[in-house]
């Protein structure tokens, strides 16, 4: 009787303290999750021996033979699944890239007409942020894609632009360029032109630390980065030779096609996520207490200065964070390029490489683990930002 | 001429100076106010012009309500056809649920009407027991929508249109807001083993496509299961999407938690009072508070996101929109299906935001600095 109280009493001791608690608690749950895991985990191993199946990668090296619409890099119909795959990537990478350049521009854009105080302008963006964010994005990517497939001219009647470009039903003809020898000389300005203005930024910022002397940094930047090139390029002779679709018969020759997926994706992908930029910039904008423009106007500072040395680096720090979190939702929204036919990773491995060898594990680990490294690399890339430009306090 | 003395004190209201009132003065103000202002009307009515009434002439104007296929339909106007979507409406609204049955889902709806009033209207009748129901209310709903015990049962592969969007969304709601809150708990939690448990699969979840999620709910889930057993493809889905959404709630609670001064916490500590406690009455009440509008945002984006198990061949109003774009007869009308489905959206959507801005000024008055 008197060892059982003694017993319980320890137990109940051990549950009290607050230190052993803790390992009890963590020890049963981590039991418990590994015990879940091990179940899963057998599970699959007893399905998988069911039907035959192993966990193995070397389907990646085995011929695709299928066709992808539109390839960055050389790929026919004999290369490897991995090759596929790589083709998969780059679209997914070159929507993501292109895509969240376009929604910022457009997303500040937006957030300063929801600013404006033109009644106009204002409820021209209010009503086009509100329709872009309460509608779902698929929906967008569907809309433009079927105005462009079902409502553009057939390729006889393209709209034509200037004898350059063409846009019918079947998407967006454009010339294409190659470059001659004389091409590296200019791209060879441009990278110096970049280093330079890189250099000079600090060197004139160092300059006005030490003796308050300011130069003209944007446009000397401007200068070397885009009109040496130009010029440059003019100079030799304009050593790139441009080839220009014409319609011959019923299709272009020349040039080269830009999809009506690659378009319609891009754009529903970028107003979407502009809308949201839109009000995220508005908000930052908003959050700068109208004191520190009062008192930067005080100190003498013109409206522009303000805005760029005072508001502006203010308003990043509270914009740059949820932006983050846009720029990573519209790389993952890409995903939906499934939908309209568009070959991103998810569409080649997950999709019709998935279908051809049957490797579901093998392919969405591979999926999945992508779109994780991307997801990475983005946030890290903008908290790098972030903690560059947030409030030092000393 | 008027010569009234007044005494000083009696002077009557006089009407505010000409050119600072009405309709001239509004215009010149928002439209007019400088050269730069000027320019830009201008350049705004300019586009306005040149895209508003092609857009009603489409729309409206020259669209068509009648008509049995496309050709048809393009025989009348060449706006809109309209036509398209009266034939298929009752497919948009119900899906392939067997017509007879159809009652049950009206009763559905009245009944989710009736838990969302008990949850968000603060003057319904008899409050605490709506709470209560409302919590029952996705199991009546789930017995009464798949059917057995009593019903005749319905396959889940006949769910379909804004029903399954309603089903998805509203279980994907239900479900989440405890398991988001679990999550945020765990992240928080001073156990090791348990935080990182939970910011291992918060931040799994949130780095990946919801699209590849449902591929593997659709693909491969069936392998982690016991063998030989089965699971509704609907069910698998709704899995998935519970916990994708959980892990976006979490983070949004984070934030509330994190917003919350420790010294509340270490207030209920002092009080004697244990973690379940101190967190069911001081931490969450506040926290909750603090994230409501995060969560209606989530809740909003989870709504938005049932669009995507159309792609898992699911019959969804975008799912059925692709089904009847399929048939010879209405072929290429895809512009006024997916409108059509857009401008459901919107209105649900526009309004869950509606509701909660005003939810965020309700509350923000009581912190009036």
């Known amino acids: 009787m008197t060892s059982n109280t003694t017993s319980s009493n320890r137990i109940s001791k051990l549950w009290n303290d607050k230190d052993s608690r803790s390992v009890i608690l963590q020890i049963v749950s981590f039991a418990i999750i590994l015990g879940f895991f091990a179940f899963v985990i057998n599970n699959a191993v007893i399905n998988m021996a069911e039907q035959g199946k192993d966990i193995n990668f070397t389907f990646l090296f085995d011929t695709a033979s299928y066709d992808i619409n539109q390839t960055l890099i050389a790929y026919d119909s004999r290369s490897t699944h991995f090759m596929a795959g790589l083709v ?15 929604a910022t521009i457009l997303g500040f854009i937006l957030g300063v007409m929801r600013l404006s105080n033109n009644w106009l302008t204002q409820k021209l963006a209010y009503v086009y942020i509100e329709y872009m964010r309460n509608v779902p994005v698929l929906l967008h990517i569907l809309l433009i894609y079927g105005v462009i497939v079902h409502s553009m001219p057939k390729t006889k009647q393209a709209f034509n632009f200037n004898d350059t470009f063409f846009l019918s039903n079947r998407g967006l003809m454009s010339p294409t360029g190659t470059f001659e020898t004389g091409m590296w000389v200019v791209l060879g300005t441009f990278v110096v032109g970049i280093l330079f203005s890189f250099w000079f930024r600090a060197y004139a910022k160092r300059r006005q630390d030490s003796t308050g002397k300011t130069y003209p940094v944007n446009l000397i930047t401007f200068g070397a980065v885009i009109v040496a090139p130009v010029l440059i ?12 679709p014409a319609l011959k018969g019923f299709n272009f020759k020349g040039g080269m096609v830009i999809r009506p997926e690659f378009i319609a994706l891009l754009f529903a992908l970028a107003l979407y996520t502009a809308a949201f930029i839109g009000e995220i910039v508005r908000g930052g904008i908003l959050a700068i207490s109208h004191g520190q423009t009062e008192a930067s106007y005080a100190l003498g500072m013109k409206p522009s200065r303000t805005l760029s040395l005072v508001v502006i680096p203010q308003a990043l720090r509270v914009i740059i964070p949820p932006l983050t979190s846009q720029y990573l939702n519209l790389t993952k929204n890409s995903s939906l390029a499934i939908a309209i036919g568009y070959m991103d990773i998810t569409a080649t491995i997950g999709g019709i490489s998935l279908n051809q060898t049957g490797r ?29 430009i947030k409030l030092v306090s000393r | 001429m008027n010569m009234t003395n007044y005494t000083p004190g009696n002077h009557p209201d006089l009407p505010p100076p000409a050119g600072t009132v009405g309709p001239m003065h509004w215009l010149r103000s928002n439209l007019f106010s400088s050269p730069a202002n000027i320019i830009v009307t201008l350049i705004v009515l300019w586009v306005l012009y040149k895209l508003l009434p092609p857009m009603v002439d489409w729309f409206f104007l020259d669209s068509v309500l009648t008509g049995n296929n ?17 034939e298929r409406f009752k497919l948009f609204v119900y899906g392939y649920y067997p017509e007879h049955l159809r009652w049950r889902i009206d009763l559905t709806v009245v009944l989710l009407a009736v838990a969302i009033a008990a949850v968000l209207w603060d003057r319904f009748p008899a409050r605490k027991y709506g709470f209560y129901y409302a919590l029952a209310f996705p199991f009546i709903a789930a017995w009464l929508l798949v059917g057995g015990a009593g019903l005749e049962p319905v396959p889940t592969s006949d769910f379909g249109g804004v029903m399954l969007t309603l089903v998805v969304g509203v279980t994907g709601i239900a479900f989440s807001l405890p398991l988001g809150i679990l999550l945020a708990l765990g992240r928080q939690s001073e156990l090791p083993v348990i935080r990182i448990f939970c910011v291992t699969f918060i931040e799994f979840i949130r780095g990946v496509p919801l699209i590849t999620l449902l591929f593997i709910a659709s693909t491969m889930l069936s392998y982690f299961l016991p063998p030989g057993t089965t699971f509704d493809l609907l069910m698998r889905v709704l899995i998935m999407v519970v916990l994708f959404s959980a892990a976006y709630l979490a983070e949004v609670i984070r934030g509330g938690l994190q917003a919350l001064p420790q010294g509340q916490k270490e207030a209920a500590e002092a009080l004697g009072l244990n973690y379940w406690q101190s967190v069911r009455f001081i931490i969450l009440p506040q926290a909750l508070k603090i994230s409501i509008p995060g969560i209606v945002n989530t809740f909003i984006g989870l709504y938005k996101d049932t669009t995507l198990v159309s792609i898992i061949q699911l019959m969804d109003p975008i799912g059925i929109g692709k089904q009847s774009l399929a048939s010879s007869e209405w072929f290429g009308l895809s512009t006024e299906v997916y ?25 923000n008055t009581e912190h009036k600095h």
């Open chain 2, 339 to 363: 409108l059509f489905v857009a401008i459901f959206f919107f209105i649900s959507c526009f309004g869950m935001s509606r509701y909660s801005l005003y939810l965020e000024n309700k509350l």
């Open chain 1, 233 to 244: 390029y003019f100079v030799i002779g304009s050593p790139i030779t441009w080839e220009v």
């Open chain 1, 88 to 102: 998969g990537l780059l679209n997914t990478l070159l929507i993501a890239v292109l895509g969240i350049i376009l």
């Open chain 2, 70 to 86: 496309r050709k048809e339909c393009a025989a009348q106007g060449d706006g809109a056809c309209w036509a398209f979507i009266a």
């Open chain 1, 360 to 388: 579901e594990m093998e392919s969405f680990a591979i999926v999945l683990t992508i779109y994780l490294i991307l997801s990475l690399v983005i946030s890290s890339i903008m908290n790098w930002y972030n903690n560059r």
